[in-house]
């Protein structure tokens, strides 16, 4: 199983630019989101999804857009680069069951910087 | 609001053992997760806690007191390999979103 599958691994793009971080899964999880990681901090939830067709704000949504078109792919789309959304991004997915069977599963990680 | 709190860094000497606190206030609560992250890497889980007590595997070990919205993540007989951050993390919004504490960086010192 190849996990969670980020791509890009590296990127970098001018303000005002566009790009999408793509994001695949593999594990048929319900649950994919998600999170930035500025240096030295810890991660925040941009968008989340609990399933193909159904997706939410996190706590940081501004400047991002996300589609759920299938199980397993969850693309992140920026529209309008700007310097503050030069960060770490993880994409993430989750069983919808609770409890220590269920835990998040990360992908390798976007770096991302925006200049 | 949701907000997780753990001290920003604790250091050690191989052999020891650390304990990392967690504090939490979350809207809901589904359990309490501890992730490890090496530098450049990605988080991995490392342990769970959805009732009371103590949960152990292997070298590590998480307890939750959900009365005390509190839970800590121990780690003994240290090695240089668990330098890395160590990050808490609340499942809420029935069950739906994880949330983050800001992270712990241990350094382990031979």
């Known amino acids: 199983n190849a996990g969670v599958t980020q791509t890009p691994k590296f990127r970098i793009l001018k303000i005002g630019q566009s790009m999408t971080l793509q994001c695949a899964q593999d594990?048929?999880?319900?649950?994919m989101y998600w999170y930035r990681q500025d240096p030295g901090m810890g991660l925040k939830l941009i968008y989340y999804?609990?399933?193909?067709?159904?997706?939410d704000k996190g706590e940081v949504p501004n400047g991002y857009n996300v589609s759920r078109s299938t199980t397993e792919d969850f693309p992140l789309r920026l529209e309008l680069a700007a310097p503050s959304q030069t960060s770490v991004y993880f994409c993430a997915s989750s069983s919808s069951k609770q409890g220590a069977n269920s835990p998040l599963h990360f992908g390798n990680g976007t770096r991302l910087t925006v200049t | 609001g949701q907000s997780l709190e753990q001290p920003s860094e604790v250091t050690a000497v191989e052999g020891a053992i650390v304990q990392i606190n967690c504090t939490y206030q979350?809207?809901?609560?589904?359990?309490l997760s501890w992730y490890q992250q090496h530098d450049g890497g990605a988080p991995t889980f490392l342990s769970y806690?959805?009732?009371?007590g103590l949960e152990e595997t292997g070298r590590f070990s998480s307890f939750l007191s959900r009365s005390d919205s509190y839970g800590y993540l121990l780690l003994q007989e240290l090695q240089m390999k668990d330098s890395a951050s160590y990050f808490c993390a609340v499942r809420d919004n029935y069950g739906q979103n994880f949330v983050f504490g800001p992270g712990t960086r241990l350094s382990v010192l031979p």
């Open positions: 594990m048929n999880h319900n649950y």
């Open positions: 806690n959805a009732l009371d």
């Open positions: 979350t809207s809901g609560f589904y359990g």
């Open positions: 999804s609990v399933g193909a067709g159904i997706t």
